[in-house]
């Protein structure tokens, strides 16, 4: 799997676009990016993931720069309920099952 | 979207005591079944994958014959912790993958406390 870097926290204000970054500067060209967010005391949650082109779901926007070294996460308008732990993931994904290691992440606080 | 449930939610045992945890997709078949532990402030750690009707794999320093983890359907799961020791408190959690899928769904987790 890839070596991620992200920061360890930032602060957005409630109604901002939170961009959260990840470095992944050793990325391989068969390995995804994950993101999956950890709220207080429950079970990670999936939000998005991309390869080379970025994506965009109801959670969020993943953009991934062309030398795929990095990326940025984007909650387009940030709520109070966004305030979590987010982890950059790099894992190989094929036929078989994959792993996913887990970093220390970001921990976002979203403030009123 | 799909749903991993995990039972119970939290537990309290005596030292020495065993412990069985469940983990269940429940509108799903999950080919792979993943186990986790967190310890607080701490990523989660992956302790071993499942395959449905195979052994399952542990990381390196997870002891098989402690965290026993059985696989025997595509849609439960358990990891027993054999004679439990305080320092086997922690959060416990279960993550599920549909064959041919990319997302890994996870349950709710287990705390387990060891008195």
């Known amino acids: 799997d890839a070596k991620t870097t992200q920061p360890t926290s930032m602060d957005c204000a409630e109604g901002r676009a939170a961009n959260l970054p990840c470095n992944h500067s050793t990325i391989s060209g068969n390995e995804y990016v994950y993101w999956y967010r950890q709220i207080h005391s429950q079970g990670p949650q999936y939000i998005i993931h991309g390869l080379k082109n970025n994506e965009t779901n109801e959670m969020a926007s993943l953009i991934i720069t062309e030398d795929r070294k990095s990326s940025t996460l984007i909650l387009p308008h940030a709520t109070l309920r966004d305030t979590a732990v987010y982890y950059c993931i790099g894992t190989a994904s094929g036929a078989g099952s994959y792993q996913l290691t887990f970093g220390k992440g970001t921990k976002l606080s979203v403030i009123p | 979207g799909a749903v991993v449930s995990q039972h119970p939610s939290w537990v309290i045992c005596k030292s020495g005591t065993s412990v069985k945890i469940e983990c269940r997709s429940l509108d799903f078949q999950a080919t792979t079944m993943f186990w986790y532990r967190q310890f607080p402030k701490q990523s989660l750690m992956l302790m071993a994958t499942s395959n449905e009707g195979s052994k399952a794999t542990y990381e390196q320093g997870v002891e098989k014959d402690k965290f026993l983890i059985n696989h025997a359907s595509l849609t439960l799961s358990t990891l027993t912790v054999t004679s439990a020791h305080p320092e086997d408190s922690s959060f416990y959690i279960c993550?599920?993958?549909?064959?041919?899928?990319?997302?890994?769904?996870f349950g709710p987790g287990t705390r387990l406390t060891v008195t």
């Open positions: 993550s599920a993958k549909a064959g041919g899928q990319f997302e890994q769904y």
